[in-house]
């Protein structure tokens, strides 16, 4: 079996969750700039006001989300 | 190393966006403004209908130009980034745990799950409307239920990758994933069918102008979902292999993918 050669078939481990969990923070922040984009000034606002729904008007209607 | 994922991520995010913008300009734009040609001539005949009564004119609180250019560079840009963070969070939780495919293959099929149930499977029940189509008054329902066919078809996507992982060892990959799509598809057919219609298409409105703008959403969301699945797999991959992002796994990869 001298030309047994190493295969490395079987890949790493995968990413530790705890080493993870730290950054899912920045899901809160992207779902919240997400709502921006998508819903505020719309169905609910955290602003009073019209700029921000008037402003992201376009996008908001071509990326699919319910405008007005 | 999470770190390196989520910048590469938004990167990736900010790129699909600049894309997504220069085709949204070029297909998205006309139909806006035909859509919104077609309010302001429904809404001139009504302000002759009902002479003397005045006509009540809405501030235009942002100009269409700055709405077409700098409004809509904002949003997809915005938006891109958003979801280039998010997949790439997706993607440090699933790679060799939900799938062991290599990055390339993995954040693929990631963004291809990510294209149907975050755009395909909502949108076929409560597809993307240009302006002049939806009452203002309906607003609030129209947008509660976009979210709740959106979560639905987010949280039965998820379940089906978890469902096909736990049916893989048992009887291999190709059953496993028919079986969580067709899983995933059934879910959200019977969700899609409990759910209530809206149709708010006034009388009259140009169905080529209709057809035209939901072809060129679905394009910005097309482009945005190959630009980060394939971009950040080819990314990962040559970091992967240059031993570079994975030192705490002992280091390199196989590259034979």
Same mark, same amino acid.
């Given at each position: 079996?001298?030309?047994?050669?190493?295969?490395?078939?079987?890949?790493?481990?995968?990413?530790?969750?705890?080493?993870?969990?730290?950054?899912?923070?920045?899901?809160?922040?992207?779902?919240?700039?997400?709502?921006?984009?998508?819903?505020?000034?719309?169905?609910?606002?955290?602003?009073?006001?019209?700029?921000?729904?008037?402003?992201?008007?376009?996008?908001?209607?071509?990326?699919?989300?319910?405008?007005? | 190393?999470?770190?390196?994922?989520?910048?590469?991520?938004?990167?990736?995010?900010?790129?699909?966006?600049? /894309?997504?913008?220069?085709?949204?300009?070029?297909?998205?734009?006309?139909?806006?403004?035909?859509?919104?040609?077609?309010?302001?001539?429904?809404?001139?005949?009504?302000?002759?209908?009902?002479?003397?009564?005045?006509?009540?004119?809405?501030?235009?609180?942002?100009?269409?130009?700055?709405?077409?250019?700098?409004?809509?560079?904002?949003?997809?840009?915005?938006?891109?980034?958003?979801?280039?963070? /998010?997949?790439?969070?997706?993607?440090?939780?699933?790679?060799?745990?939900?799938?062991?495919?290599?990055?390339?293959?993995?954040?693929?099929?990631?963004?291809?799950?990510?294209?149907?149930?975050?755009?395909?499977? %909502?949108?076929?029940?409560? %597809?993307?409307?240009?302006?002049?189509?939806?009452?203002?008054?309906?607003?609030?329902?129209?947008?509660?239920?976009?979210?709740?066919?959106?979560?639905?078809?987010?949280?039965?996507?998820?379940?089906?990758?978890?469902?096909?992982?736990?049916?893989?060892?048992?009887?291999?990959?190709?059953?496993?994933?028919?079986?969580?799509?067709?899983?995933?598809?059934?879910?959200?057919?019977?969700?899609?069918?409990?759910?209530?219609?809206?149709?708010?298409?006034?009388?009259?409105?140009?169905?080529?102008?209709?057809?035209?703008?939901?072809?060129?959403?679905?394009?910005?969301?097309?482009?945005?979902?190959?630009?980060?699945?394939?971009?950040?797999?080819?990314?990962?991959?040559?970091?992967?292999?240059?031993?570079?992002?994975?030192?705490?796994?002992?280091?390199?990869? %196989?590259?034979?993918?």
């Amino acid at each position: 079996m001298s030309d047994t050669i190493f295969l490395p078939t079987v890949s790493a481990q995968p990413i530790p969750v705890r080493q993870v969990l730290p950054w899912a923070i920045f899901s809160v922040v992207a779902v919240l700039a997400i709502y921006f984009v998508g819903a505020e000034e719309g169905a609910t606002s955290l602003f009073h006001g019209m700029y921000v729904h008037e402003f992201l008007h376009d996008g908001r209607h071509l990326l699919g989300f319910p405008c007005h | 190393m999470v770190r390196a994922l989520l910048i590469r991520g938004m990167l990736v995010g900010l790129l699909a966006g600049l /894309l997504v913008f220069g085709f949204g300009k070029v297909f998205g734009e006309p139909q806006v403004d035909r859509a919104i040609g077609f309010e302001t001539a429904i809404d001139e005949v009504k302000a002759k209908e009902a002479k003397g009564i005045p006509v009540l004119q809405e501030p235009e609180l942002v100009s269409r130009e700055i709405q077409a250019t700098a409004g809509l560079l904002t949003g997809v840009v915005v938006y891109s980034i958003a979801f280039g963070g /998010l997949f790439a969070l997706v993607f440090a939780v699933a790679d060799r745990r939900v799938a062991d495919l290599g990055p390339r293959a993995t954040s693929a099929l990631l963004a291809a799950s990510g294209f149907v149930a975050v755009y395909v499977v %909502p949108i076929l029940k409560y %597809p993307a409307s240009p302006p002049a189509v939806g009452d203002a008054d309906t607003i609030r329902e129209r947008t509660a239920l976009y979210f709740i066919m959106l979560a639905m078809s987010v949280g039965a996507m998820i379940a089906a990758a978890l469902l096909r992982r736990r049916l893989a060892t048992r009887i291999g990959g190709w059953d496993a994933a028919l079986i969580a799509a067709g899983a995933y598809l059934a879910a959200m057919t019977a969700a899609a069918w409990i759910l209530p219609g809206v149709n708010e298409v006034p009388d009259g409105f140009p169905a080529v102008v209709l057809w035209q703008f939901r072809v060129a959403s679905f394009g910005m969301q097309l482009l945005m979902w190959t630009t980060i699945g394939l971009v950040f797999g080819a990314v990962t991959e040559r970091a992967a292999a240059s031993g570079a992002r994975f030192p705490a796994q002992g280091g390199v990869r %196989p590259t034979l993918r």
